[in-house]
């Protein structure tokens, strides 16, 4: 107790004897600024989330953001300022906007959809590099005016980013495509880059019935390899869906849905073959929680062996199984 009270001691004297304070409050330097500067004058270390509480307990903080604010635009901006380095890193595309969201989740106990994460960052002119914008001045007059020709545009914008769009940046790369779409030019039914997402099944919202279960299903790679890995497992296949979009379908709802004639057309049936289990495996591990897909890869695998092998394996063929599962194993990084 003691030594934390000399820490905090050291603390106060130093903001006081400085012009850090003031400094940080008109915007001039952040959070990991105060780091370093704090670590050359006193020579102790100090994390930035322990600089940034410092500041907070003592009502330091940037003009703008209130005492005592509660608000989530209020406490994104103060996790953001207080993970500078963690921002730099994912402006230089070095970590993806999933991690970065994983990461604001445990550490604010805040529930956020990957869309509004991303979009609520881009407000702040924070995001990966950004392609070279695709402008419509290259394409000819009345291009955008044929739909497949805004689908394709779409297409390519999301194959060079690697996900897809959001509004802001589908503007930013193809303003004319958008336009069609905003002027009913694509589709007399869809005037909103909301609508042309729902009319092609890229809508990330919830999954609220059979239908749009369905079209997810067909419309989503990742969900394709949740199909192809739990083949025809209905409770499986709910556990990964409730992992891999958890935000948009619950358990109980994808076993709902599943018992529709729309769904049960999308499913494969029979067990999967090792290829299935390995490559589907590999897509969808990054997205694991509490290890439900890392134990359903492992049992999906022991099913194999067993079919495999047949009811009563030699020793030398269990050996040799055993020796290639495991390798299959370590190739996922399980």
Known sequence: ??????????????????????????????????????????????????????????GVRKRGIRKGATGEKSKFRLWVEANSALIEQYKKGDITNEDLRKRYIDETESVVDEKKFANTLYGLGIHPPIITPITSSRRPHGYFNIPENVDKEYDDIKSQLGRDPMNTEFNIFSSGALSAINGGRYHKDVHKFEEYLRHRGFWKGKINSAKQLAK???????AQHA?????????????????????????????EFMEE????GKLIGSKPI????????????????????????????????????????????????????????????V
Do not use: C
């Not at 952040?30 to 270390?45: F, N, P």
């Not at 990964?240 to 958890?246: D, G, N, P, Q």
């Not at 004639?261 to 049960?264: G, M, T």
């Open 1 to 58: 107790m003691r030594q934390g009270r000399r820490f905090d001691q050291t603390f106060d004297e130093w903001l006081a004897d400085s012009d850090v304070a003031k400094r940080y409050q008109t915007g001039d330097v952040g959070v990991k600024g105060l780091v370093l500067k704090y670590e050359q004058d006193t020579g102790q270390k100090l994390t930035e989330k322990a600089m940034y509480s410092r500041l907070e307990q003592r």
């Open 261 to 264: 004639s729309n769904v049960r």
């Open 274 to 333: 090792i290829s299935d289990i390995i490559e589907s495996g590999e897509h969808l591990l990054h997205l694991d929680k509490n290890q439900v897909i890392e134990d359903l890869i492992i049992r999906q695998l022991r099913d194999y062996a067993r079919k495999t092998l047949g009811p009563i394996p030699t020793q030398d063929q269990q050996q040799d199984f055993l020796e290639e599962l495991e390798r299959e194993i370590a190739s996922l990084s």
């Open 216 to 222: 997810l299903l067909e419309s989503e790679e990742i």
């Open 227 to 255: 199909v192809r890995l739990t083949h025809g497992d209905d409770a499986a296949l709910a556990d990964v869906l409730s992992v891999i979009f958890a935000e948009r379908i619950t358990r109980e709802q994808a076993l």
